[in-house]
């Protein structure tokens, strides 16, 4: 009883969350973000399930999470977190905050804590991988196969699904890699929404393409939100990619910013803040070694692919990719106060038009394949982090990804 106290209280100090987030639940998952930050340094977010404490799936509102993500996903996920633990779903804004709160009660409680649950040894099991394949697991982990690398040789073969529980991954995304070493031979996209995924109410968009939309079809929608939206849009990338490169201070202050925009500051207060960050990403060397050269996408190549937008802009690899970002979320500082209406009903989201035959994040997701083919796999999380394609966009889209 002793032991079983003090591991509560452990992790009642420390609230390690692992989010999971649906396509969808875009609102959701900035709550939960700003909600874990108010809690203050007790409060954190796990890199993986074995370092978690907490679960949190993020669903749309009215939405269970089986509706845009696996039944079995949070079930598995919740079966790798270690005791004690918790587990909440927010099903809209407004229930982020109480689903923090439940999961601190829960663990200072220890409903999550059951004797004689724990797991023993690595197992083994086995499930249908690649191609339709018998693939053994071990302890959660697919094993090797064999096959020829670029020059002829037969080395291990890894097939392994990137997503949709990594952080700071575009929600219900799963790209299939075969891995040589570390080294991606060969990836395949796979969203999981599409047909049938779309939420349930009929006047819901995606979240970042909003106002655009909105104004599209006829209604009032004023610069200002736009440029806001937008602003906001571009930083919540930043911050992903920075979170991904390992930078955690520029990254958190990303979201501060894309937060405030988004809770109403004006330019004055938003714009110093915003080229402050420009100008610390565009001077670190470090940053500018780690991502120069991945994921080269030349215009021409762009266009061919349908790629609009900031990496259409960009024309050149990840840290080009990465730069538009806070460069773009600048210009739309500066114009968050004004109140006139969008004169051009041609909308054009943060990722590119949205009244084209296919959404933009549908082009960035085709370019994805060919870049990650040959990056090692640090690499390819940065690369598909600096295309960051929105899932939301693909709800409902009549044609499936092939």
Excluded at 39 to 56: D, I, K, V
Excluded at 79 to 85: A, G, I, N, S
Aim: aromatic fraction near 2%; glycine fraction near 12%.
């Amino acid at each position: 009883m002793g032991l079983r106290t003090a591991l509560r209280r452990i992790a009642a100090t420390r609230v390690a969350v692992l989010l999971v987030t649906a396509p969808g639940a875009t609102a959701v998952r900035l709550a939960v973000e700003a909600g874990v930050r108010r809690r203050g340094p007790a409060w954190g977010w796990a890199e993986s399930p074995a370092a978690a404490n907490a679960l949190l799936v993020a669903a749309g509102p009215g939405h269970q999470a089986g509706d845009t993500l696996p039944d079995s996903l949070p079930g598995r996920l919740w079966d790798l977190l270690p005791h004690p633990k918790a587990r909440a779903t927010a099903a809209g804004e407004d229930e982020a905050g109480p689903a923090l709160d439940s999961l601190a009660e829960a663990l200072a409680a220890g409903p999550g804590w059951r004797s004689g649950s724990a797991p023993g040894g690595p197992g083994r099991q086995a499930r249908k991988g690649a191609g339709g394949q018998d693939t053994e697991l071990v302890a959660g982990l697919p094993m090797a196969e064999r096959g020829d690398d670029r020059d002829g040789l037969r080395l291990d073969v890894l097939h392994l699904p990137l997503g949709p529980a990594l952080p700071d991954w575009p929600a219900g995304l799963v790209v299939d890699v075969a891995l040589q070493g570390d080294v991606v031979q060969e990836a395949r996209v796979r969203p999981l929404s599409g047909p049938g995924a779309l939420p349930p109410s009929g006047d819901a968009l995606p979240y970042w393409d909003e106002p655009w939309l909105r104004a599209a079809r006829g209604e009032s929608v004023s610069e200002g939100a736009a440029h806001r939206r937008r602003c906001a849009a571009h930083l919540d990338s930043l911050g992903r990619m920075l979170g991904v490169a390992g930078w955690p201070g520029p990254a958190d202050r990303a979201r501060r910013l894309r937060d405030a925009a988004l809770r109403g500051a004006p330019a004055g207060v938003l714009l110093p803040g915003v080229q402050a960050l420009r100008r610390r990403v565009e001077r670190s060397r470090t940053l500018r070694g780690l991502v120069r050269g991945l994921g080269p996408l030349p215009a021409a190549r762009a266009r061919e692919l349908g790629v609009d937008g900031p990496a259409l802009a960009a024309a050149g690899d990840a840290y080009d990719r990465l730069l538009r970002w806070p460069a773009e979320a600048e210009r739309s500082a500066a114009g968050v106060d004004s109140t006139a209406l969008l004169a051009d009903r041609r909308p054009v989201g943060p990722r590119g038009r949205l009244d084209g035959p296919r959404p933009p994040s549908r082009a960035l997701l085709d370019a994805l394949p060919p870049l990650l083919a040959g990056a090692e796999l640090a690499a390819a999380r940065l690369i598909v982090a600096s295309l960051d394609p929105d899932p939301d966009e693909l709800l409902g889209e009549e044609v499936p990804h092939g």
